[in-house]
């Protein structure tokens, strides 16, 4: 599951100019393309008057291979999630594409999404509000088998049965209610659901967060199994680097809506090269680094991430970064690819071997 692709990964260019990390001889299933999701806010809708944004999502680029998973890590108010709701059509991209088998999902027609949601469905944060408390569990595991008419009811019906067993429940409990069913279970049942419809990817968007550690354990297992049966792809998002470092097969760590580095699971855990990639790792206890973050000082975060609607004009970690200097302040850090493979947007990274 953690196998480091860093031998294979290359480092290339978007047809916009932002450099995205692409596997040889691997079409990538999913690919973001300088994706960027703003919000209007204050002003109103009179002619000349002046709104600002907020930008949530700022950039982003990755692609990512069939059968891989790819971690997103980042305090609160990151943009992990705005992400997530962009690569699922929930919400509309500004700029950029996000490209599902080479279709752009940012394009597409509410028709045509709904049958691309087949294909990328979603594991949701909170079990407790992701299952309608009114249904009973099989019909919304039934649901996506129907709604995209994969099956007849009787035959969505013994699907649904061997989802349940295949995650882990008992099928003779497929006629309850959410609410007899614990944390941990309604979670599986949230991921037989995903499964319903036969997709290729699965966005999980804090799967665990509101789960039990002893629970989290088990769900995080469950789709690691789960992706090794059916070679799933992944987008696993997290503000645990622990977990995401257990899963994920690259990480990419956003700050203020951006991408500060993207590398292999290993690399970036033995070696970690943006200051805030860092003080991440720092306050992860007892996890095994390479001597690189031994050597160091660790990195412990001050003050607030800055407003993101008010951003700092040069690096948005620099409010915060202990070794920003006067470039950093002023001028903007670009994504770019380091001799390693690792994609990093700091002027001054961290590595021994660099």
């Not at 097969?249 to 809506?257: E, K, Q, S």
């Not at 690096?315 to 994504?335: D, G, W, Y």
């Amino acid at each position: 599951m953690n196998t480091d692709p860093r031998s294979d990964a290359t480092d290339t260019t978007s047809k916009e100019g932002s450099p995205v990390t692409t596997l040889q001889g691997s079409r990538p299933v999913l690919s973001v393309k300088d994706l960027v999701k703003a919000y209007p806010v204050g002003g109103n809708a009179l002619p000349g008057s002046r709104r600002q944004r907020l930008v949530a999502v700022d950039h982003v680029s990755f692609d990512l291979a069939a059968g891989q998973t790819l971690g997103v890590v980042g305090e609160s108010g990151c943009g992990k999630s705005t992400l997530a709701r962009c690569i699922m059509g929930l919400e509309s991209v500004t700029e950029g594409s996000v490209l599902f088998n080479d279709r752009d999902i940012a394009k597409v027609s509410r028709r045509q999404m709904r049958h691309l949601r087949q294909h990328i469905q979603m594991v949701f944060q909170d079990p407790y509000d992701s299952l309608n408390p009114r249904r009973r569990v099989v019909d919304s595991v039934m649901e996506p088998m129907l709604v995209h008419r994969l099956a007849k009811k009787p035959a969505a019906r013994r699907r649904a049965a061997e989802l349940f067993e295949v995650v882990g429940l008992s099928s003779r409990h497929l006629d309850r209610y959410p609410r007899e069913f614990s944390g941990g279970q309604r979670q599986r049942i949230g991921i037989a659901r995903a499964l319903a419809s036969n997709p290729q990817v699965i966005v999980a968007d804090e799967p665990v967060s509101a789960l039990d550690v002893s629970v989290q354990a088990q769900v995080i297992n469950l789709l690691c199994d789960l992706q090794e049966e059916m070679g799933l792809t992944y987008v696993f998002i997290s503000h645990n680097l622990d977990i995401i470092r257990y899963v994920a097969d690259r990480i990419a760590v956003m700050y203020l809506g951006q991408v500060m580095e993207l590398a292999g699971s290993e690399l970036l855990s033995s070696s970690p090269a943006h200051p805030y990639t860092v003080a991440l790792l720092g306050a992860v206890p007892d996890l095994a680094v390479g001597p690189d973050l031994q050597v160091r000082e660790r990195i412990v975060l001050n003050g607030d991430v800055p407003n993101p609607i008010n951003r700092p004009p040069g690096c948005p970690f620099a409010p915060r970064c202990p070794v920003a200097q006067a470039r950093c302040i002023e001028e903007r850090p670009e994504l770019r690819g380091l001799p390693d493979g690792r994609l990093i947007a700091c002027h001054f990274p961290f590595s021994l071997s660099l």
